[in-house]
């Protein structure tokens, strides 16, 4: 056997050279085999989030309020934007390159002959990571659908689908009723399912009743109610009132934390939190790149919108922070996303286009977008721009889109970074880069 890679980069640029064709393979039943041979369960309560949007904000309210709360935590989330540490978390704090390192030998040492894809191996590595350190509460985000995600060979004690719409058409199909099937999947029979889409599709319905799950939905078992300075929510059993709105800005960010309060209610046996703890916890939730709007002038704004459910969200959030002079979009998206989808919402907002090649064979190429943003832009939005008042502009990453971005944008104006996460991930890596 060759040595084995002793620094965390090494080890995955190891993982990557196996997997250079970046194919997906569904099915769980490679996974669920090395699972068995790492002897790997949990024994403290997993809470497991799925959803199209949403799922991050909801994982990263659980987490603050149960750190708030005095409880141990442990936290799968994905993708990362400039270190892979920030996919395992514990107790707020990024795993270590040593703790990964010696999960990552685990995995390799059982997997034997089997070969496993870069997301499964990684994510067998961190639920290895999380089931063998001291920990009271286990929050697992699904990556790619549901059902045969490999994050789902384990068995959730509560299971969140926070919305269901189109993305990833390739892998779940091509309509809400197929997507919320694949969602569904994490679904277990007589445990909790909460769904916090305001429009859950029949399919993930059905599932659930199928297989005896105890479907939790917005409007029937949970709600919330708000006003301009607080928010409450009810439950089947449990009502908090007179709750700061969640630190994470944006229009759908009720419907995340009430699926989150929705979750510690089922287990408010196990583990009881005040309501205090959910005040402080929503108060003081952070999670990078999700309309994240940065201090300072211009004014920065983060967003990893990258398909039509999340770009329109977005476009209503950029419309309610006021007037901007200009607002100047960094953008960069993949090929097979819903391009015309993502876009169209946000031409009303954008007045100059800083459009950015990516990292990833699946990129967009910037030449053909900026063609079809043009002729989207000027058939409708800005069909009446004079010239100078809109303009669309390629770079060859997002750094170089951002710095000209910069140049260009007055104090007053605003820049919106959107699109692929590498995007985004592309332009906090020259932010900090400018910062040391």
């Known amino acids: ?70 409880y141990r935590v442990g936290l799968y989330i994905k993708p990362h934007f400039l270190d892979f540490n920030e996919r395992a978390r514990i107790n707020g704090e ?31 590595a961190i639920m290895h990571l999380l089931s063998t350190t001291e920990i009271d509460v286990a929050i697992l985000e699904v990556g790619l659908g549901g059902r045969l995600d490999a994050v789902n060979v384990i068995d959730a004690d509560v299971a969140i689908v926070t919305s269901v719409d189109i993305d990833h058409t390739d892998y779940l199909g091509d309509t809400r009723e197929k997507i919320g099937f694949e969602k569904a999947g994490i679904f277990r029979a007589g445990k909790p399912a909460i769904c916090s889409d305001p429009v859950p599709p029949q399919s993930l319905i059905d599932h659930a009743a199928a297989i005896g799950a105890d479907l939790w ?60 703890e959910v005040r402080t916890g929503l108060a003081l939730v952070e999670l990078p790149g999700r309309f994240q709007v940065l201090p300072g002038q211009p004014t920065v704004v983060l967003d990893v919108a990258h398909n039509p459910h999340a770009s329109a969200t977005l476009a209503q959030n950029l419309g309610n922070m006021g007037f901007h002079p200009f607002t100047y979009a960094v953008f960069g998206i993949m090929e097979d996303k819903d391009i ?97």
């Open 94 to 124: 990024m795993a270590s390159d040593a703790a990964l390192i010696a999960s990552f030998n685990v995995v390799e040492e059982k997997r034997g002959a089997t070969d496993l894809t870069y997301f499964e191996f990684t994510t067998l």
């Open 217 to 276: 939905l917005l409007g029937r078992d949970f709600n919330y109610a708000g006003d301009q300075q607080q928010w409450g929510y009810g439950g089947r059993s449990q009502r908090r009132n007179s709750l700061a709105y969640p630190a994470l800005r944006g229009a759908n960010q009720l419907l995340n934390a009430s699926a989150a309060l929705a979750a510690l209610e089922v287990l408010r046996l196990t583990l009881p939190v005040g309501a205090q």
């Open 340 to 436: 015309a989808g993502v876009v169209t919402p946000m031409l009303e907002h954008i007045d100059h286009w800083c459009l950015a090649d990516l990292p990833s064979p699946r990129s967009a190429d910037g030449a053909l977008l900026a063609a079809r943003i043009a002729d989207m832009a000027l058939g409708g939005a800005k069909s009446d721009a004079r010239p100078g008042e809109f303009t669309v502009n390629t770079f060859p990453d997002p750094a170089a889109a951002f710095a000209n971005a910069v140049s260009r944008a007055g104090e007053n104006d605003r820049i919106v970074v959107f699109g692929s996460f590498y995007t985004v991930a592309g332009v906090m890596a020259a932010r900090k880069s400018t910062l040391h």
């Open 1 to 70: 056997m060759s040595t084995l890679p002793t620094t965390l980069p090494d080890w995955l640029a190891l993982l990557e050279s196996r997997h250079a064709e970046t194919h997906i393979d569904m099915g769980l039943e490679r996974v669920r085999a090395v699972k068995d041979r790492m002897a790997l369960a949990f024994s403290v309560p997993v809470i497991m989030v799925a959803g199209t949007n949403g799922k991050g904000s909801t994982c990263a309210m659980l987490e603050s309020i149960l750190l708030r709360a005095g």
